[in-house]
């Protein structure tokens, strides 16, 4: 398949340009937490404006999302697999950012549900297409660190959505959030674009490159374990992520300014460095021992239970925030 603008990165140390391509990616990802996890915080206002139900704010923080960002996982995997991906994540970075900032000038429950789910079936798209490429950016010993490193967004995008979110919620209102935090995204469109594509499999062994058929996948056992697991990891994370910040205004009385900042700050400091030393810390244990990778992901995933217990349990708001 032709292709344009590939490079090659047989080497095997990380090209400058490798790591200028998961700084850009990595930035992506950052606006595509924050147009996921915005309305998340601004349910108190949307809900007091628009006179929502609590279950027509938890179909538009999971259900309007959810179901086509995850149905359209694998189908933007098999496109990732076969076309440009530069294209792809280009295509679904327009599409989430555009209806992202479109959520501001909605006045009605299937309005904003319409614009969830764009922003869902955008958002798809990066995912596949971004590891694919960081895959091959990359050599294999470094692959948690790289992934690590690009998943970091995850914890900088939410920071990001709460601390101005609200701020900007404070000043303007909850529609003009959407706004200055959705439509921005559409800068990067151009500059991925430009982004020279490695080739595929540049840092596989020849035995990975052997043509097989895909649902081989769903017969590898350790992986449905990890693909089970990783979800009921998420349901849980995420519902309590999702009502957290509705939590602290009702509960605890929060002005919505407040929540944002010290939710973001607290977010952002444990989730960036916690994100990034464990992908560094998956990659030495996978050299040490089969095995290592997974060992330590059941091992913090069993170690947040307390945390989360504890948040839920306390009335302390400083002690809430230590444990986020």
């Known amino acids: 398949m032709k292709q344009d603008n590939i490079i090659s990165t047989t ?5 400058p340009y490798a790591w200028y391509a998961l700084a850009l990616l990595t930035l992506i990802y950052v606006f595509n937490f924050v147009d996921r996890v915005l309305i998340y915080l ?18 538009l923080g999971s259900t309007s999302f959810v179901i086509f960002y995850t149905l359209l996982g694998i189908p933007f995997g098999r496109m990732a697999d076969k076309i440009s991906r530069k294209k792809l994540i280009a295509i679904g970075l327009t599409t989430w950012s555009i209806f992202s900032g479109l ?7 299937w309005t904003i549900f319409l614009c969830r789910m764009m922003v869902g079936i955008g958002e798809a798209s990066l995912g596949p297409a971004a590891l694919s490429l960081l895959s091959d950016y990359f050599p294999s010993r470094m692959r948690a660190t ?31 959030a959407f706004f200055f935090l959705g439509f921005p995204g559409l800068i990067f469109v151009l500059i991925i674009l430009f982004l020279k594509e490695p080739h595929r499999g540049a840092h596989d062994k020849p035995a990975d490159k052997v043509k097989t058929d895909w649902k081989l996948l769903l017969r590898n056992v350790p992986l449905r374990f990890v693909l089970f697991g990783y979800a ?7 519902s309590v992520s999702i009502w957290l910040p509705t939590f602290l205004v009702r509960v605890q009385k929060l002005p919505l300014s407040e929540v944002g900042f ?12 916690g994100t990034v030393a464990g992908g560094w810390l998956a990659d030495k244990l996978r050299a040490r021992r089969k095995g290592g990778r997974m060992l330590l ?6 170690l947040g239970i307390p945390f989360w217990f504890i948040f839920i349990q ?11």
């Open 146 to 176: 790289v992934q690590a490193v690009f998943s970091s967004a995850i914890a900088i995008g939410t920071g990001v959505a709460f601390f101005f979110g609200g701020w900007i919620n404070d000043l303007f209102g909850w529609r003009y």
């Open 103 to 109: 959520t501001g000038f909605a006045n009605t429950f």
């Open 11 to 15: 080497a095997v140390k990380a090209t």
């Open 262 to 273: 010290w939710v973001g700050i607290a977010t952002v400091a444990g989730g960036l460095p």
């Open 314 to 324: 306390s009335n302390n708001v400083g002690l809430q925030m230590l444990m986020i």
């Open 297 to 302: 992901s059941s091992f913090l995933a069993f």
């Open 42 to 59: 601004l349910f108190a206002p949307i809900k007091k404006e628009l006179l929502f139900t609590d279950l027509q704010l938890a179909l």
């Open 232 to 238: 009921f990891f998420a349901v849980a994370a995420n």
